[in-house]
């Protein structure tokens, strides 16, 4: 079982939805993250989350909105994708002290149609 | 900027016999560490194994060891005794030494099969 949760584990939406993605962690970590991962290819950063502050974005479109209303949980808001957004999001936690692995999540399999 | 290279898109071997993934790294950096994740079909991506840097000593996890070498930057990961469930993909990352969250680097993966 993954301490970090992730829902809904299946998305399709159409390109003029909106939808949020949601990650929860109850290990106290205060560093979360999203990543974005295509078939084949290793997870690409988005945004990392430090205390609650955005702290990381890796110049990702602004059709991707995320959130973090508090320090168990992470959204990522979706808005007027596009079809290469399709893909495996994964999210992630650590302590933001010092050495700590990161943590994933099962992921959101995302289709755009 | 740092970047991870594994050499061996994929790589099969018999169940119970040894397979040993390569993972090589760039960076300038003198403090950091390394990590291998497995991320099997049931896409969850899981820790195998972390090293530090500043440690000499070759990490190990049960049936799972690294050979570190600092020198050459290289980061390679042995099994042992493969299982039908070691199955999956693996991604060698890298991160340096931080206050925390610090991303992680990954490479680009090797897709290893476990044949019976």
């Known amino acids: 079982d993954t301490e970090v949760t992730q829902t809904p584990k299946h998305l399709v939406m159409g390109m003029t939805n909106k939808k949020s993605l949601k990650c929860e962690q109850h290990m106290g970590h205060r560093a979360m993250y999203w990543y974005k991962q295509k078939a084949k290819k290793p997870p690409e950063l988005m945004f990392v989350?430090?205390?609650?502050?955005?702290?990381i974005n890796e110049s990702v479109p602004s059709r991707f909105s995320p959130e973090c209303p508090n320090s168990s949980l992470l959204n990522l808001h979706l808005h007027a994708l596009q079809p290469e957004d399709s893909a495996l999001y994964l999210c992630?936690?650590?302590?933001?002290?010092?050495?700590?692995?990161?943590?994933f999540g099962d992921g959101t399999r995302l289709s755009i149609l | 900027a740092q970047t991870v290279t594994q050499s061996q898109p994929e790589m099969s071997v018999q169940e119970a016999e040894t397979v040993t993934l390569s993972c090589t790294y760039d960076?300038?950096?003198?403090?950091?560490?390394l990590f291998w994740y497995k991320q099997p079909p049931s896409r969850q991506m899981i820790l195998v194994i972390r090293q530090e840097a500043y440690k000499q000593q070759n990490a190990t996890e049960n049936r799972f060891s690294v050979n570190f070498q600092k020198a050459a930057k290289s980061f390679s990961l042995k099994i042992s005794d493969s299982q039908l469930g070691d199955t999956a993909m693996y991604f060698c990352?890298?991160?340096?030494?931080?206050?925390?969250?610090?991303?992680?680097?990954f490479g680009k993966g090797t897709r290893l099969s476990v044949i019976a």
């Open positions: 990352a890298f991160m340096k030494q931080n206050s925390g969250n610090t991303p992680l680097v």
């Open positions: 960076t300038s950096e003198s403090n950091y560490y």
């Open positions: 989350y430090s205390y609650e502050k955005l702290s």
């Open positions: 992630a936690s650590s302590r933001d002290r010092g050495y700590q692995p990161q943590h």
